[in-house]
């Protein structure tokens, strides 16, 4: 009997120190565990939070990369997914934000000829007017007409562009500048400007010969534009590795760097007043950019004011 008792008392004993025992390895136990889980599953809420941010329109959040594991993996994948998104939305901002520019730009256009027109028609119909500023009124409103009948018909050029990919044939660059120089040399000669063409040996480019013209002949008449009397514009054409470079060169007015970072986009001048003046829309450029773009070519400026400007077109063979 006394050694059941003894037995039941050790056991008593020791069920008390495993209470015990559990009692404080469970808490440590637990610790541990919500630590564990905290950092297994920290990964799974950083992503959480990122796609949060990026959601409300951070879309510059990342994630921390640590490691070369699965976790590091899918850390690195997600930032090449924010990357790519931030990219698309900063693409599509600067589409809406040229856009809108351009709808602006077109209003104001539209609305100074638009408003000299019926300025001019308001005055012949209630004055009693000279023939001779009869004739005046008559003759500025039909070159006003004439200019929005040119932005219409160059926004119809530009809208085909953005629709239709020319048809290639092999263009020799030698024709290219002789059917330019027949268009070209009467404007030059109007403002007493020498135009020269040159080239060091028969070129060819693949691309629509009409369109090119389009495009040489738009890049040497604002040469013409900026370019006093008794001045060169020079027009030439080289090999350069694969490539072919056609440049126009003019020693004009020429262009300060953050004039230049504008002058393909829409409606814009350099030269406001003098733009007009001579008829010009602000939208020669862009079609020559809308060209270049279809055959895959680059379009680029160099200048400095009071030196000139130099337009470069790179095609490219290689």
Same mark, same amino acid.
């Given at each position: 009997m006394g050694n059941l008792d003894e037995a039941v008392s050790t056991w008593r004993?020791?069920?008390?120190?495993?209470?015990?025992?559990?009692?404080?390895?469970?808490?440590?136990?637990?610790?541990?565990?919500?630590?564990?889980?905290?950092?297994?599953?920290?990964?799974?809420?950083?992503?959480?939070?990122?796609?949060? +941010?990026?959601?409300?329109?951070?879309?510059? !959040?990342? #994630?921390?990369?640590?490691?070369? &594991?699965?976790?590091?993996?899918?850390?690195?994948?997600?930032?090449?997914?924010a990357q790519q998104v931030e990219a698309q939305i900063l693409q599509l901002q600067d589409i809406a934000r040229q856009k809108q520019q351009f709808i602006d730009n077109f209003s104001h256009e539209l609305r100074i000829p638009l408003t000299a027109i019926y300025g001019y028609a308001e005055y012949l119909q209630k004055a009693s007017v000279p023939e001779e500023d009869r004739y005046e009124c008559t003759q500025f409103i039909m070159s006003e007409c004439s200019r929005l009948q040119s932005m219409a018909y160059q926004l119809l050029d530009m809208a085909l562009l953005r629709n239709s990919a020319p048809e290639e044939e092999d263009c020799d660059v030698a024709e290219l500048f002789a059917g330019s120089e027949k268009v070209m040399h009467v404007r030059a000669?109007?403002?007493?400007? +020498?135009?020269?063409?040159?080239?060091?040996? !028969?070129? #060819?480019?693949?691309?629509?010969? &009409?369109?090119?013209?389009i495009l040489l002949n738009n890049l040497i008449d604002n040469a013409l534009k900026a370019s006093p009397p008794e001045s060169e514009v020079r027009v030439r054409a080289r090999p350069e590795g694969a490539d072919i470079i056609i440049e126009v060169e003019d020693h004009g007015i020429g262009m300060e760097p953050e004039q230049l970072s504008h002058i393909k986009e829409a409606f814009y001048r350099v030269d406001k007043g003098r733009s007009r003046a001579l008829g010009g829309t602000g939208l020669g450029l862009s079609i020559c950019e809308g060209i270049a773009q279809l055959h895959q070519a680059e379009l680029t400026f160099s200048s400095r004011k009071g030196e000139g400007t130099t337009a470069r077109l790179r095609f490219f063979r290689g």
């Open positions: 004993h020791t069920k008390n120190i495993l209470f015990l025992a559990g009692a404080l390895v469970m808490p440590v136990m637990a610790f541990f565990l919500f630590q564990f889980l905290n950092l297994l599953f920290r990964p799974l809420a950083q992503i959480s939070s990122a796609s949060a +941010r990026i959601a409300e329109g951070n879309y510059k !959040s990342r #994630l921390p990369v640590q490691g070369k &594991d699965e976790v590091a993996s899918v850390a690195h994948n997600f930032n090449l997914m000669a109007e403002k007493g400007i +020498r135009l020269s063409y040159a080239m060091p040996r !028969s070129l #060819l480019l693949r691309g629509n010969m &009409d369109q090119l013209s």
